[in-house]
């Protein structure tokens, strides 16, 4: 796992991250015809704390980089955009209660929605590897983000 400015950054996930669509988002093949998304922590930092995690209910089916949920820190409100076109089939309803798990938890327990993609050809345009490390941390310096 790489560490950016404090920030993790699993190298087994799939990113979508461009400054320009405020997309830093990352995806899991759960190996069942899902996906598992959520904030990177680097998206996390910039947001800081989470207060509220508003979803899109499931059975909706939603285009690459359009929210799936909207999240609101003391001084952001804003989508999560998904990196692949597909239903919503869950919803992250631990969130509801305690949305500051994204911070804490970033990959594990923070998750905000499992979809199941419709096309899957968009996989090839989401980051792996050294090449999510190199984007993440061109973003966390360019914007001073630490996270920690």
């Given at each position: 796992?790489?560490?950016?400015?404090?920030?993790?950054?699993?190298?087994?996930?799939?990113?979508?991250?461009?400054?320009?669509?405020?997309?830093?988002?990352?995806?899991?093949?759960?190996?069942?015809?899902?996906?598992?998304?959520?904030?990177?922590s680097v998206?996390?930092?910039?947001?800081?704390?989470?207060?509220?995690?508003?979803?899109?209910?499931?059975?909706?089916?939603?285009?690459r980089r359009?929210s799936v949920?909207?999240?609101?820190?003391?001084?952001?409100?804003?989508?999560?955009?998904?990196?692949?076109?597909?239903?919503?089939?869950?919803?992250?309803?631990?969130?509801?209660?305690?949305?500051?798990?994204?911070?804490?938890?970033?990959?594990?327990?923070?998750?905000?929605?499992?979809?199941?993609?419709?096309?899957?050809?968009?996989?090839?345009?989401?980051?792996?590897?050294?090449?999510?490390?190199?984007?993440?941390?061109?973003?966390?310096?360019?914007?001073?983000?630490?996270?920690?």
């Amino acid at each position: 796992m790489a560490v950016v400015n404090g920030c993790l950054i699993p190298e087994d996930l799939y990113y979508d991250v461009d400054a320009e669509a405020n997309a830093f988002t990352w995806a899991k093949d759960n190996g069942d015809g899902t996906w598992t998304i959520g904030l990177t922590s680097v998206a996390a930092a910039m947001a800081g704390r989470l207060v509220a995690y508003t979803p899109k209910k499931p059975g909706r089916t939603v285009e690459r980089r359009k929210s799936v949920a909207t999240i609101e820190s003391g001084k952001w409100v804003g989508p999560v955009p998904t990196p692949l076109t597909g239903e919503i089939v869950e919803v992250n309803e631990a969130l509801k209660s305690n949305p500051a798990l994204v911070n804490d938890d970033p990959y594990g327990q923070g998750w905000i929605a499992r979809i199941k993609p419709t096309n899957l050809e968009e996989v090839k345009l989401l980051l792996t590897g050294q090449a999510a490390v190199d984007a993440l941390s061109k973003v966390a310096n360019e914007k001073g983000i630490k996270c920690g």
